[in-house]
């Protein structure tokens, strides 16, 4: 059974950083995919940024292009989340997601069969 679980949310003033982990365990093997997910009050989730299965291959939501790093340990079975520069619009419930495969836009939150509890992420302004 996979289990993704997440740590490192909180609150945070403008212009500060958090850093968003995720422990990942129950894939046979680590050629899978991940991504963060957000979901912002009264708003639909959205994709923040996603790992291709080799990690060779990073891709960004517009609102998070230069601020946000994702990165990923195999041998540790993690990924993280790097967010600096937070702005309020920034403010949701964060999600680490991931599946073995996906045949469409990792942006689409139904390419993802694995997700974690999500953890909270607050930045006051």
């Known amino acids: 059974q996979v289990q993704l679980v997440e740590c490192g949310g909180g609150s945070v003033q403008a212009g500060g950083s958090l850093r968003l982990s995720c422990i990942i365990s129950?894939?046979?093997?680590?050629?899978?995919?991940v991504a963060w997910f957000r979901q912002a009050p009264g708003q639909e989730r959205e994709g923040v940024a996603s790992?291709?299965?080799?990690?060779?291959?990073?891709y960004y939501a517009d609102a998070v292009k230069g601020r946000f790093t994702i990165s990923r340990d195999y041998d540790k079975n993690t990924q993280t989340l790097q967010m600096n520069d937070l702005t309020p619009d920034d403010t949701a419930v964060y999600y680490c997601?991931?599946?073995?495969?996906?045949?469409?836009?990792?942006?689409?939150?139904?390419?993802?069969?694995?997700w974690g509890q999500g953890t909270q992420v607050t930045v006051s302004s």
């Open positions: 997601v991931a599946s073995r495969t996906r045949s469409g836009s990792w942006l689409d939150p139904t390419q993802w069969s694995a």
């Open positions: 129950g894939f046979t093997h680590n050629t899978y995919y």
């Open positions: 790992l291709s299965n080799g990690g060779r291959t990073t």
